[in-house]
C-alpha cells in the first residue's frame, strides 16, 4: 500500500519463513514435503522445563505483568551460568530478558544506531541481521569468508572494513548458515582489531553454543578487555528445545543494558512470565537432555555429510556445530532438465522444492549466493528420504 512506511517497504521478508510458507502451500495441494528449511529442533523441550511451567501455573502467582528485563532469580542463573560456563564475569545488572535471540539483537541494533553508522557483518550470515540494521537505520557492511575459509572471514578483512563510521560487529558462533565455529585463536584476533578503535562494539551470538562440535565454546566477551566492548547474545531456543517458548537475552555493559530496557519497557514490555519460569529451569537445571540432543545432530551431521559426499556436483565443508549443512551447489548453475533452467541459488532451491519435494533454503539470503543451506534438524529416515530425492532431482540437471 502506498501508505505503508519506507522503512517496511524497504524491508526484506525472511527467506526461512517464506520457504516454509511454500512448502506449506504444497502440503496444501496434497504433497508431501521433507522441509529441511527451518532452523527448529525436532526434539520437544525438556521434562523438567515444561513441569516447572506447569507448576508457575498451578502456584497461580505468576500472572501479572513481569518485570521488563525479567523476573531477577532468571537474570541471576543466566549471569551465574556465563561466569561459570563462559567464563564473563557479570552480574544480573548485565543481564536482560528479551522474546528470543531475534528481538535481543533488534533491541541492541535500535539502542545503538544513529542513521549512517555502519555495521560489520561476518557472511555467511542469518537472514535477518542485515535488515535488523536497515531497520534501525544503519548501513550493513558485509565481510565474506567463502566454503575455502570454512565461511569464515579473516581479522584482517576485518581491519580493512573498519571506517570511522563502524558503530558495532556481528557474527554468529556456532554459525547459522554454515556451521562455521571461530576457534578462541580466531576469536583472539576479532579482539585485538576492536580493541584498536574506541567506540566499536561486537554483538556476539551465541545461540548454538550448546551445538558445538569441536571441543570448547569460546565467548570473546571473556578475553581481556572485551567485556565492555561486548554484546553477547543468546537464548534457549536451540540448546533447550524451546524455540516457541520465545526467550532470549543479552549480556552486556550496564550502560546498555539500560538502554535497552528503557526501549523495551516502550515497546514489548517483560515477556510471557510463565515462559520465563520455565526458563529459570533450563538455566539452573540438569543438562543431561542438551547434551543428548548435541550428540543426535552430531551423528545425523555425519550422516548428511555421507549423503552429500555422494551426490556429484555437490561441494561440502565439515560444518563444526549448529544443525545445517552449507553446501556449495554452483557447479549446478546454468544448467537445465529440458523444462526448468537453475540460474542461481534461489532457482536451485525452488527447483529442488518442486521435482524432489525437499524444502531447503537459498544461500543468497545468508550473503553467500553460490550455497544452499540444509538443516538436518530431522530424523533419520526423513534425511536420508530427502537427500536420495535430491540426488535424483540433481542428476536431471545436464
Known amino acids: 500500500m502506498k501508505n505503508l512506511s519506507n522503512r517496511i517497504n524497504a524491508l526484506a521478508e525472511s527467506a526461512t519463513i517464506a520457504m516454509a510458507q511454500k512448502a506449506r502451500e504444497f ?4 504433497i508431501n514435503v521433507i522441509s529441511l528449511s527451518l532452523g527448529e529442533p525436532d526434539f520437544k523441550t525438556p521434562k523438567h522445563v515444561q513441569d516447572a511451567a506447569k507448576q508457575a501455573i498451578d502456584e497461580g502467582l505468576y500472572f501479572s505483568y513481569p518485570p521488563v528485563p525479567g523476573y531477577p532469580e532468571l537474570r541471576k542463573g543466566i549471569a551465574e551460568k556465563l561466569k561459570k ?5 557479570c552480574s544480573d545488572a548485565n543481564i536482560l530478558v528479551s522474546g528470543g535471540a531475534k528481538h535481543s539483537i533488534s533491541n541492541v541494533f535500535l539502542a545503538l544506531l544513529n542513521p549512517g553508522d555502519e555495521v560489520i557483518i561476518y557472511a555467511p550470515y542469518w537472514v535477518s541481521y542485515v535488515d535488523m540494521v536497515k531497520l534501525a537505520e544503519g548501513v550493513p557492511v558485509v565481510i565474506e ?24 560487529i556481528i557474527y554468529s558462533s556456532p554459525c547459522n548458515p554454515s556451521g562455521a565455529v571461530f576457534s578462541k585463536a580466531e576469536l583472539e584476533a576479532i579482539a585485538e582489531v576492536v580493541l584498536k578503535h574506541e567506540n566499536i562494539m561486537v554483538i556476539a551470538d551465541e545461540i548454538y553454543e550448546y ?19 561486548t554484546v553477547t547474545v543468546n537464548g534457549f531456543s536451540k540448546g533447550h528445545a524451546m524455540t516457541g517458548w520465545r526467550v532470549g537475552y543479552i549480556c552486556a555493559p550496564e550502560w ?4 535497552v530496557n528503557k526501549l523495551q519497557g516502550q515497546t514489548t514490555s517483560g515477556i510471557c512470565s510463565i515462559a520465563q519460569r520455565a526458563a529459570i529451569a533450563a538455566v539452573t537445571g540438569e543438562m543431561g537432555p542438551t547434551k543428548e540432543m548435541a ?25 563444526q556445530g549448529a544443525f545445517y549443512v552449507f553446501p556449495d551447489m554452483s557447479n549446478f548453475f546454468g544448467k537445465s532438465d529440458g523444462e526448468t533452467k537453475v540460474n542461481d541459488a534461489n532457482d536451485l532451491a525452488l527447483y529442488i522444492l518442486s521435482k524432489a519435494h ?10 553467500a549466493p553460490n550455497c ?11 534425511l536420508k528420504t530427502a537427500l536420495r530425492k535430491m540426488k535424483e532431482a540433481l542428476a536431471e540437471l545436464k
Not at 551445538?211 to 566492548?229: C, D, K, L, T
Not at 546498555?256 to 538502554?259: G, Q, S, T, W, Y
Not at 545425523?300 to 555437490?314: F, K, N, S, T
Request: proline content about 3%; glycine content about 8%.
Open 295 to 319: 550428540a543426535a545432530y552430531r551423528r545425523r551431521r555425519q550422516l548428511v555429510l555421507d549423503l552429500l559426499a555422494d551426490i556429484p556436483g555437490v561441494k561440502a565443508n565439515e560444518p
Open 372 to 382: 544452499i543451506r540444509l538443516s538436518y534438524a530431522a530424523s533419520d529416515e526423513d
Open 27 to 30: 502440503k496444501s495441494r496434497g
Open 358 to 367: 525437499v524444502s531447503t533454503v537459498s544461500g543468497a539470503a545468508f550473503g
Open 256 to 259: 546498555l543494558v539500560k538502554a
Open 85 to 89: 560456563e563462559n567464563g564473563i564475569s
Open 145 to 168: 569468508g567463502g566454503i575455502e575459509q570454512d565461511f569464515k572471514a579473516s581479522a584482517a578483512q576485518l581491519e580493512a572494513a573498519i571506517t570511522d563510521k563502524t558503530k558495532a
Open 211 to 229: 551445538i558445538n562440535f569441536s571441543g570448547r565454546h569460546e565467548s570473546i566477551a571473556s578475553f581481556p578487555g572485551m567485556q565492555e566492548r
